[in-house]
Every structure is written in C-alpha cells, then in structure tokens.
C-alpha cells in the first residue's frame, strides 16, 4: 500500500477538472478585500497633505496652489496608509489593479476652479 | 508578553572568557549585533536557552574598533562576525573562518558606520 | 586502510549563486574527494539590500513595510515581529482582536511557506508532479490570505497598535469550514512524503545533524526542531499564543526526514491553531492610537516557518529608529548546513541545502 500512496493523487488528476483557469477566457474575480489601486474622488479634496505625508514610498504628491493631486502608480504599493488617513474620504482602495502603464509618468489630477 | 530582558556590560577583552562560560552554561547564541551610538560602537551578544534570553554589551570606540572573536567557543559566530567587520568596519581578532571583508559585495566600504556616505 | 586523506586529489566545485535547483542566491565552495563532499565555504551577499540602514530615513511607522519586504514568503511574521518589538518598547497594549487575527495570519503564513517548502523538496529529488500538488494546496491558503488581507504575498495589514483591517465574523467562520476539505487534500500529499519508497530513499539518513551539533551551531526552527531540541519561540508567549494550546513538533532522527515531517506535522499543527484562533477570536477593537516616539530598546522573538526570528530596536525618542536589526532564521542555520554538508554525496547537496528551507534574500536584509 505504502508504494501506491500517489496512486490517490494520481486517479485524481486523471478524473478531476484541472485545477488551474484558462487565463484569458475565464479571469478569477477580485476578492472584496482585494487591494488594486487607489482611487482620488476629487471633488471632497481640501488638499490637505495628509496622504502624502503617511504615504512611505512618496508615491503622492499634493500641491495646494495648484490644487493638483498627483500619484505615481509605479511606487505606490497599496499599503493603505492614505486612505485611511484620508480626513475627507475622497481615496479609496479598488480591487481591480490599474490599467498597465505604457509609459513612466505621474497621475495628475487637477480641479479646475472657476 | 515576553519576559524582561537583561542586558549586562562587559569589558571587551573578557567576550571570550564569558562566551566560553556560556556555553558551558548551555547557552546557544542567538546573534550578534553592531549598534553605532556617538563615538561609540555598541556589539550586542545575545544568548539563548530555551526561553530565557541573555544579552552582553561590549561599548568600544569607533576608532580602530577591535575585538576579540568568540568563534573559540561558538564557531557559528563566524558569520555575524564577519557581518559586522564587513558593514561597520570592527575588527575581529582570532576569527576562525575570516572572510576578509569579502562575505557582503557592498558598493561603500563599511556602509553602516556612520560616517559612510552612501553611495 | 589508513591511508591519508591528502592523497587523494581534492576537486573544488562552485555551487551557485546560480543553480538550476537552487532558487536562492547562495554559493558554495564544495570541496570534493571524488564525488563525496569534505568541505564546504559558503559565501553570501549577492543580494544584500541593506534595509536595516533605512530606519534613519524612515519614521518608524514607514519602517513596518520595510519590515514587511525583508522576505516574500513570511512576509506577514517580519512586520509583525517589527510591530512587536516597538511595542514593547512604547509600552502600548495591543487589543485582543487585533492579537487573534495576527495569529490568524502567521499561522496562514506557515501553512503555505511549508506547502511551498514541500512543494520546493520534492522538486529538488526529482518529483516534480508532488510539487505541483503541493502547490495546487498552497494556492488554496493564498486565497483565504488574499480574501482577508487583501494581498497575496505582502499582507499589509499589521501596523504598529494593532491591524489594519478587520475580517468580518461570517467570513472566518466560512473560511474555518473550508479549512477542513484542505487539511484532507494536505493529508493526500503529506502521506506521500511519508510513505513514498523514492521520498524515503532521497531523505532518510542524509544530511545528519546531532542535537548537540544543531545546540552548538546555533540552529533554529525545523532545522532543530528535527535534531529534537523542542525549542518553539511561539511558547514565549506573543500574540495570542498564550490562549491557544499547542505543543512543540520535534523528531530526533536529525536527518532530511525528519525536518520534512516536522514540517509536515507543524501544517497539521497550523490547521489546528487556526481552528482554535477562530473559535476563540474576541470581539472589539483593532488599534490603539499610538502617540509619542519609541525610546528604548528591545529584541523581539518570534517563531517563522523557517525558525527563530529576533527583531532588535533601538529608539531615542525621535521619528527614526537609531538601529534596527533583523537576525533571520537562515542566518543562523548556514553554520549547521555547513556541518550538515560535510562527509555527503555530491549528488545530494542541493536536497540538504533545501531541508534548512533556506531564503537568502531574508538572510541579507
């Protein structure tokens, strides 16, 4: 019996579904508490700083003059710092990762004021 | 949580003798560390025994930092030894397996004495 | 015969940093009498980092991802070791939840580093389909810390008071449901590596290592634990190990076998504390503010799949740490690898190697 123990194993692929998924036909569907990206929801944004202060990569940047909020995906690393510091909660974490970059630049978002 | 923690100074030249007497005691070593305060080099050996935990402290100047190797009585500590001769520039005297500054490719000699600028 | 050593032509043979079934960065100088094994220089610091200098650019929040990204594999245990330690040093009393669910994670975090270790083992004597099961289990656990950390191989959930998010109840007491049906499929592979008659003739008997010898040398975790010295850093008494009951794994053959079954027997063990953790888990509070900056200095303990970890941190009362060091399990298992390398056949080097489940990138912070 001892020299059979993979047979169980065996039989069982051989039967069995595969256990892995047919990348790009099927996609697995994030978990709810799956971190993707960081979400700006501009329009509550006092500017105040605070996410770029906890940020540990400097990964934001935030200019008040300008009232510019500017991320730089390729160094965020999606630890959660400024949203949860977030005064105002206009950041969020989203599940689905960002869109892949094409080029190695800074998200700006800018408010136009009248 | 965990118990208190000791730590006891020793003068650098006796490391030997009461790593020596350690061992005896039946206590393994569980690391060695460089620490730089001020002028000062802080090596911290910490000794285990099951769950006891036991620390000695030798404080020696920065300048030309010697010290006498305990690797007599515990060879594993060939490693941080070297680590530490690498990284902060001490030297180890009587080192039973000696690298010769060559166990870590940094790019700034000794990076972690303070005066190294990074690079 | 009696005949000296030295007469013998003596071949030395470079062994990584690159090596087909080594996945780690580490060389080796083996020194060979034909094809047995009588010496071996190891050399390290292909892939030193030195994260342990960034605690002075750092504050000493920002240090816990650090912390987090010494090791991909128990990258959970390194933040938490480093929250550890600042919190003793700053006196702050961590809520019982956020204590549970740290456990939670750890033990998550054992139960896979082990499948991956098995997975990695059988790869290294030539299994290759073992490998694959045990890494189709591995996945399983990668969900449930994915579901409830939110990232598969950098949990950054722990900081310093507490963590950072919390798991609902319902999904707990789901993911305790689906903890069984895993530990069955487990119990498929692991009756594989015990009873195989080509697993048994790759591991028993090889690589050898005294309960005296793995004492002297320092060894630590599995390493030790399969020379029987019973030595488990979770007994110290951290998180909320003191409310769960387990009891060290030790074998004392010393030999592969017996550090493949400890592992083995300690993901049996990491199901049953992940059970208990669940049945157990309090209700409340997640974090504590924490005010100030830590001043003093400690050396943290704690156990990772690997073994021993300490985590020293000394603070004076500013943002930056003044040292932070990290002394990881591998470290302090090469000496015994070495003692364990010496007399075997060439053939067998890369399987002792793996049985210390070494990780060099965790060794060189």
Redesign the interface.
Known sequence: MANWSISKLVARSAVGTPATRRYPFTRREPFAATRGHVRFAEDTCVFCNLCAKVCPTDAIVVNRKEKRWMIDRRKCILCGACTESCRKACLFLENAPAPPMTAAEWERIRIETE | MTAAQSIEPVDPSSLPNRAAAMRADGWRLMQICCTTVGPNFEILYSFANQLALKNLRATLPREGARLPSITGSYLCAFLYENEIHDLFGVAFDGLAIDFGGSLLKTRVKNPFAANATPA | MSAPTQTKPRTIVPFGPQHPVLPEPIHLDLVLEDEKVVDA?P????V?R?L??LCEK?DF??M???AERVCGICSFMHGMGYC?AIE?VMGIEVPARALFLRTFWAELSRVHSHLLWLGLIADAFGFE??FM?SW?VR?KIL?II??????RV?F?SCKIGGI??DVADDILRRIRRELDPIETEFR??A??F????TAKRRLRGLGALSREDA????AVGPTARGSGID?DAR????AAYPQLEFEPVVETAGDCQARCSVRIREIHQSFDLLRQAIDKMPAGAIEVPVKGNPNG?????LEQPRG?V?Y?V?GDGKKNL??F?V?TPT??N???LIHMLKGCEFADVPVIVLTIDPCISCA?R
């Open positions: 220089i050399t390290i610091g292909f030193h030195g342990e200098k750092h929040h920002k816990t991802q650090v550890q003793t389909s073992l099961h189709r996945e969900d994915e579901e409830t950390s939110g990232g950098i950054g950072r998010r498929d592979i009756s594989v015990d009873q195989d008659p004492h002297a040398l320092g030595f007994k110290l008494g951290y200095e400690y050396m943290s303990r021993e300490g020293y000394k003044g040292r060091r002394r470290f302090a090469i000496p015994a060189e």
